[in-house]
């Protein structure tokens, strides 16, 4: 069944029927509802992780089926090494979020839960699509279950960060929507035919200058989503003011769209202007910039879900950072810590959450000592945090550790500033560990806090082992990247300036840069795939 051509079709029909199912029933059976549809969700795609063809050398479990025959538009579908760890981490998220908004939500209730599993569908479809106009689709679907979460059930000030947040979004998908028709017109002026198909789209022939408007069209949408900075100032709205659920899936999964836009679309359909002097310095910048900066803001946050909301702008600053970094090292490491990201800041947003179902506030300044009264709770949080800082032993450090080692290779002082990153980590976090859980317990609310219960165990059991798990042996994670990271290397190296190969050249002999770099990982020496042959692989 998982060699199928169908499972991705599976994952993508299911959550959609649980969610008309959630609004046939009651409140608390539609969170029932939705808490085993996401669950079976999970128990489905799970498998996908061991049944995964390492090194095949092309994307995996396809469908190819027409759609809109007359404009080349059809239900293309397919993972690769990039994907499977971008699906798979939805698929873990959705059902702790969903567990995790039972005692938060209370009015709506089906309405909210059809919501969830609507917005998994969407954020299903970005990950798997093979088409650009059945990408565009899902991209669109997703923003309006996220508009409704923030504006419905999140704090005082929702509407604000809804209308804000679908705004920003949809100036970037409407240029996206432009670059994408522009890209099928220049492929029927080359080739005679009309084709929305990501596998011949990759076969265009354009011009440098043209290449440089469609990958400004395309990096705008995705830099949004991100966000880099200085289009990052729709976050920390949207985090502070959504509800805890619609928090951690914001920061876990949507966020990492814009990311792996740039993997899957912005670069390999467009190598020539991704990977000029102006755009890779660019982007450079900005992600080092971005590091800095919200570090920084994050330091005097007086309220702890916002502090979290900024970490992410730092977080995925070094992921960009390992992307135009263009090395098989700096890819594999920010990929991997596009998950670990997930993992550890749902994390967090969980904990929030769970402080504030019990004290109604988030204001660090009104906690204090409650690791005496929630000792439980207080473990979860130290683990979480050091993840979150990129101690040695959890997937923080695995991902930051690939991060600076290959971007050093060819943005050397950017990557020293940007270490510098990790270190102002410690000083935003630990001192906000330290505020809540530690210091006198001289409250008398706090002195009546409940530890966590066995539901809110249950939801933190998965993260926390993710975290132990990677950080201690990434292997199979990384292992399932290298083809991917391959081929994007692939499309960037068959240009002889790009900076991959102006770095070679300044490296002793014997040292190599991209594809072939990739020798070794932190769980021990592990030989690189063969690389395939060169050319754009097809998706179906």
């Known amino acids: 069944m998982y060699h ?23 409140g608390e059976r539609a969170g029932r509802v939705a808490l085993w549809t996401t669950v079976l969700e999970a128990a489905l795609a799970l498998p996908l992780f061991w049944t ?43 059902p702790l979020a969903v567990a995790g908004s039972f005692r938060y939500i209370e009015r709506h209730r089906p309405a909210y839960y059809a919501s969830m599993l609507v917005l998994t569908t969407g954020m299903l479809g970005v990950f798997v699509a093979l ?24 704090g005082e000030r929702r509407l604000y960060s809804a209308i804000k947040f679908f705004l920003y ?21 080359s080739s005679g035919t009309v084709t929305f198909a990501y596998a011949e789209l990759l076969n265009t022939p354009i011009s440098r200058p043209v290449q440089f408007w469609l990958f400004a069209a395309f990096a705008l949408a995705f830099a949004i989503k991100v966000p880099m900075f200085p289009l990052h100032t729709w976050l920390p709205d949207a985090h502070t003011e959504a509800p805890t659920a619609g928090s951690v899936v914001l920061a876990g999964i949507l966020l990492k769209m814009g990311t792996y836009g740039f993997l899957r679309f912005g670069i390999p359909l467009f190598p020539r202007a991704a990977t000029s002097h102006a ?18 803001v994050a330091a005097v946050q007086p309220d702890a879900k ?120 410690a000083c935003y976090m630990l001192p906000m560990v330290q505020r809540v859980i530690l210091n006198p317990l001289d409250r008398q609310e706090n002195r009546e806090l409940q530890d966590l219960g066995g539901r809110e165990r249950a939801i933190l059991v998965p993260l926390l082992a993710l975290i132990l798990l990677i950080g201690v042996y990434p292997k199979p994670f990384l292992d399932r990247l290298a083809p991917a990271v391959d081929r994007v290397l692939q499309r960037v190296d068959m240009l002889p300036s790009v900076p991959t190969a102006r770095a070679e050249r300044a490296l002793p002999p014997g040292v190599r840069l991209g594809r072939e770099a990739f020798t070794a990982n932190l769980s021990g020496v592990v030989d690189a795939p063969p690389a395939p042959a060169p050319g754009p692989e097809r998706g179906s």
Not at 63 to 72: F, H, K
Not at 132 to 142: A, G
Request: net charge neutral; hydrophobic share 60%; glycine share 12%.
């Open 4 to 26: 199928s051509h169908w499972i991705l079709t599976l994952l993508l029909a299911i959550p959609l029927a649980g969610a008309f199912a959630c609004l046939g029933v009651s």
């Open 52 to 94: 995964f063809r390492i090194g095949a050398g092309s994307f995996q479990n396809t469908v190819s089926v027409p759609w809109i025959g007359a404009w080349g538009i059809g239900y293309r579908v397919g993972i690769d090494g990039i994907s499977l760890l971008m699906v798979l981490l939805t698929v873990v998220i959705m």
């Open 131 to 154: 088409d650009m106009f059945l990408f565009y689709v899902f991209w669109e679907l997703m923003l309006v279950p996220m508009y409704f979460i923030i504006g419905i059930w999140g």
């Open 169 to 189: 979004t949809t100036v970037g998908s409407l240029l996206m929507l432009v670059a994408i028709a522009g890209l099928v017109y220049l492929h029927w002026r």
């Open 279 to 296: 755009v890779v310095g660019l982007f450079v910048t900005l992600a080092v910039i971005g590091i800095l900066y919200a570090a920084w």
């Open 306 to 425: 916002k502090l979290v909301a900024y970490t992410s702008v730092a977080h995925l600053g070094f992921v960009m950072l390992g992307v135009f970094g263009f090395t098989a090292e700096g890819l594999q490491g920010g990929i991997l810590q596009m998950v670990n990201h997930g993992i550890s800041t749902g994390a967090l947003f969980l904990l929030i959450g769970m402080l504030y179902e019990r004290r109604h506030t988030r204001n660090i300044a009104d906690f204090g000592g409650i690791a005496k009264v929630m000792p439980v709770f207080a473990v979860c949080l130290v683990v979480v945090a050091l993840s979150s800082i990129g101690l040695p032993g959890t997937n923080g450090f695995v991902g930051e550790f690939l991060i600076l080692v290959g971007t050093f290779r060819t943005h050397p002082l950017a990557t020293v500033i940007a270490a510098t990153g990790v270190i102002f980590a």
